[in-house]
């Protein structure tokens, strides 16, 4: 506490934060800490935004970082659009952001866009929308601690995935420049702060401070804060806790609930023990609320339950749960696990399976997690599902690591074959070229029928075309026609015969191109994919400029503009743009190709 308040001193003298990371073994009372350090700080005029980090249950769009920018915002994350769209535009107005900021904002927040701001977020690349959202985190916490002094803390980092590592280091390197503090907790085992992160986080100051176990007499001390213990039973309870202080208060708030006298001795049977004495109603609700992970929503839990009336004051009263806004928390993972790990398997995979379907049309992370542990075979394609949905919003990374646990699971070639062609293609649009084709290559290797195997073979000469290998390209490319000629494959035929036009752009074929380009614009609309015309209708506008027909090509890339605007095609809608200023820069058009 006298390291922290000199902390604090600092920073209101300098203007200038520093981080601070609480590290040590679980239950060794870091979040403890923490709060006492806020409580301090608060009273020195900090104001306080929190994150927390999650192993699982963290639902879509509900991570640390995007609970830390709800908070900046002055808003609970999950707020109705009315609610988001008032904060965004009153950060704007006020100078915290700029206007160009708000589609980052959308991304973090979940918030709707207009069909222009979602254009010009596709035209991005994921480098520039992932900086993007950084910067948005960063001149928040800049502009709000201008005001007044900042403490920003992530509890339980060690379970933070790339991404959120990477918005923490950019974060301190924020902090190091105004009056704000950084403050995470980990425990020691999976500690992610390494070297790596240091450099990353450029300089900024790291304090860490590491929690052992409590002396004998501090722990004799806490036993009698916490209930008044005598000397024999503070003994006992002290020598079981070995110095634990999450073990040694919840021994003692056993001894209160119990009349048996004895001294659990492991934090398990403690749980166990605990949960015996709640009423009924009580231990199924705390059972249930263990499956839903360490946060969790009343709503859910009383699906689970299938009772619409139950509230957690028991629960609460008994120090086993807490509320935490709209949601509650369990007072500590270790008891959260420890009433996980009681359930008998059947009931356990009865309320996963039952938590899948209260997910399955708000959440397919959820969704997919929750059957994933209920090992339900679904499980596989639901992650898949999840990936997918993950690629649609740009967020690749993430469809990478839910599609490599569905790969994990998949158990038929078909599937494994599907969730690798997924996967393939969150590569590719991360500019993975190399990972990208070989997971084609894997996919085509467990594909079973042909149709999989057109499907591989379009991702392997997708990648290839980028890694300028076209012969190579095109071969697989004939042997993809064959396959979705055989089988009727039209949405198919559209990426053949456009990838196959692209290949003969650079080779000079340019009567090729255009016939690959006209037959993919047939089959696009054949199929109706809006997609597949915008692209087809780019790539004739090409091969017409490469011919020296402008006024053609010209037409082409306005067509495809067109497609673009009605469907928010924004990096399709960006390159053809482009092109219509050189045709009429081509055509001596200069006024008009500088518009």
């Known amino acids: 506490m006298a390291q922290f308040a000199g902390v604090v001193e600092a920073c209101r003298a300098s203007g200038l934060g520093q981080v601070i990371v609480v590290r040590g073994e679980a239950g060794i009372g870091k979040s403890r800490l923490v709060d006492e350090f806020i409580r301090a700080a608060t009273n020195q005029g900090f104001e306080t935004h929190k994150g927390l980090v999650l192993d699982f249950g963290s639902g879509d769009g509900r991570d640390a970082i995007r609970s830390v920018v709800a908070s900046l915002l002055g808003i609970q994350l999950g707020s109705d659009q009315a609610t988001l769209d008032t904060a965004v535009t009153a950060a704007i107005q006020e100078g915290s952001l700029s206007r160009e900021h708000r589609i980052f904002l959308a991304d973090l927040l979940n918030l709707s866009q207009s069909r222009v701001d979602r254009a010009i977020y596709d035209a991005m690349t994921n480098a520039v929308r992932n900086e993007g959202k950084q910067v948005v985190v960063s001149n928040l916490l800049r502009h709000l601690s201008a005001r007044r002094p900042v403490i920003v803390v992530i509890d339980d980092i060690h379970w933070a995935d790339s991404q959120v590592l990477k918005h923490l280091s950019r974060m301190a390197q924020t902090i190091a420049e105004c009056p704000a503090l950084l403050i995470m907790t980990s425990r020691v085992e999976g500690y992610p702060l390494d070297q790596e992160w240091r450099a990353t986080s450029d300089g900024c100051s790291l304090s860490t401070i590491d929690l052992g176990p409590l002396r004998k007499e501090e722990a004799f001390l806490l036993a009698n804060n916490l209930v008044g213990a005598t000397r024999p039973l503070a003994e006992s309870c002290v020598e079981r806790a070995a110095g634990n202080p999450l073990f040694l208060e919840h021994l003692l708030q056993d001894h209160q ?309 009605n469907h928010g095609y924004g990096r399709i809608e960006v390159a053809n743009r482009h092109m219509v200023g050189w045709t009429r820069f081509h055509l001596m058009e200069n006024a008009d190709a500088l518009k």
């Open 257 to 565: 609930e119990s009349t048996s006298g004895e001294v659990p001795a492991t934090i398990q049977s403690l749980v166990l023990a605990r949960i015996d004495r709640l009423s009924p109603s009580d231990k199924q609700a705390l059972q249930a609320a263990s499956v839903l992970g360490k946060r969790f929503a009343l709503d859910a839990l009383r699906h689970l339950i299938r009772s619409t009336q139950y509230t957690c004051a028991a629960l609460v009263q008994r120090h086993l749960v807490r509320p935490e806004g709209d949601n509650f928390l369990f007072t500590h993972a270790l008891v959260q696990e420890g009433v996980y790990n009681s359930l008998l398997t059947a009931p356990r995979t009865e309320l996963h399976q039952n938590a899948a379907v209260w997910y399955g049309s708000s959440d397919p992370i959820l969704h997919a997690e929750h059957l994933d542990r209920a090992n339900d075979p679904a499980a596989a394609s639901a992650y898949g599902a999840a990936a997918n949905a993950k690629n649609g919003t740009f967020h690749f990374e993430t469809a990478i690591k839910l599609i490599n646990r569905g790969i994990e699971l998949a158990t038929d070639p078909s599937t494994r074959s599907a969730m690798l062609c997924i996967r393939g293609d969150a590569l590719r649009n991360l500019g993975s070229t190399t990972e990208s084709v070989e997971a084609f290559e894997m996919a085509l290797s467990s594909a079973e029928d042909d149709v999989r195997r057109c499907q591989a073979w379009i991702g392997m000469a997708a990648g290839l075309r980028v890694a300028d290998r076209q012969k190579a390209a095109l071969v697989l490319l004939d042997n993809a026609e064959a396959a979705a000629i055989k089988h009727e494959l039209v949405s198919d035929r559209v990426q053949i015969h456009y990838l196959r036009g692209n290949l003969y752009f650079p080779l000079g074929n340019i009567d090729g191109c255009l016939t690959e380009h006209e037959k993919a614009l047939g089959f696009a609309r054949e199929v109706g994919s809006s997609e597949g015309e915008a692209l087809a209708l780019g790539g004739l506008g090409d091969a017409y400029y490469l011919q020296g027909h402008m006024i053609s090509a010209c037409k082409q890339f306005r067509a495809c503009i067109a497609v673009c605007q």
